[in-house]
């Protein structure tokens, strides 16, 4: 059984630029959470996606978005970055949504905006 | 909204000692679940242990156990014969009943240290 994958595992951009984060989930899992860790900081709620639909956003700007396929791996794209979209970006999968489920976390895309 | 709080930002236990990591939260729920998570240098987050609101009895995972204070909104983690593995960040976090909205709640964390 394959677990949860990232990709890239370090980046480096710009001011401005966009970049597209991308995460493969556990197989048989249908759901994916993405998540922005600041540096020393517990990691932050992004959204959630369910069978290819959003299903929960939390306090962050349209700026960011998602995707989900129906392989049920996922995309976190951010455009116009910020020196404050810093952080590492964690993505989760789990069998479901509902909240008795485990989530499973991947190692994490480290993205550094200069 | 819900928030975590975890009041030890550092702490250290000698190996084979006993040390206990505390978290405390706020919600207007009556049903949810809580966690512990672990984050080594590698970064997976790792379910250390996991407890449902509506259960009185305390969780247990080998070496780990929580002591679950509903009424006081605490859920302190110990860890017992404490492992130089053990050395990690620690994020205690909530989590709704029904996964919807703000998924999980995550403390600002506790960076434990195991001496030798």
């Known amino acids: 059984e394959t677990g949860v994958t990232q990709s890239p595992t370090h980046l480096i951009k710009t001011r401005g630029q966009q970049v597209t984060l991308r995460c493969s989930s556990q197989s048989g899992h249908n759901t994916v959470s993405w998540y922005q860790q600041a540096l020393g900081q517990g990691p932050q709620f992004i959204f959630q996606y369910y069978r290819e639909e959003e299903n929960g956003r939390g306090n962050f700007p349209p700026r960011f978005s998602g995707l989900q396929f129906p392989n049920y791996s996922s995309e976190l794209n951010v455009n116009a970055l910020e020196l404050d979209d ?12 509902g909240g008795n489920n485990e989530q499973f976390f991947g190692p994490g895309t480290r993205l550094t905006v200069l | 909204a819900q928030t975590v709080t975890q009041s030890q930002p550092e702490m250290s236990v000698q190996e084979a000692e006993t040390v206990t990591l505390s978290c405390t939260y706020d919600t207007s729920e009556s049903d949810y679940y809580l966690f512990w998570y672990k984050q080594p240098p590698s970064r997976q987050m790792i379910l250390v242990i996991r407890q449902e609101a ?63």
């Open chain 1, 86 to 97: 810093s952080a590492l970006y964690l993505c989760a999968s789990s069998a479901s949504t």
């Open chain 2, 54 to 116: 509506y259960k009185q009895q305390n969780a247990t995972e080998n070496r780990f156990s929580v002591n679950f204070q509903k009424a006081a909104k605490s859920f302190s983690l110990k860890i017992s014969d404490s492992q130089l593995g053990d050395a990690a960040m620690y994020f205690c976090a909530y989590r709704r009943l029904d996964n919807y909205g703000q998924n999980f709640v995550f403390g600002p964390g506790t960076r434990l240290s195991v001496l030798p």
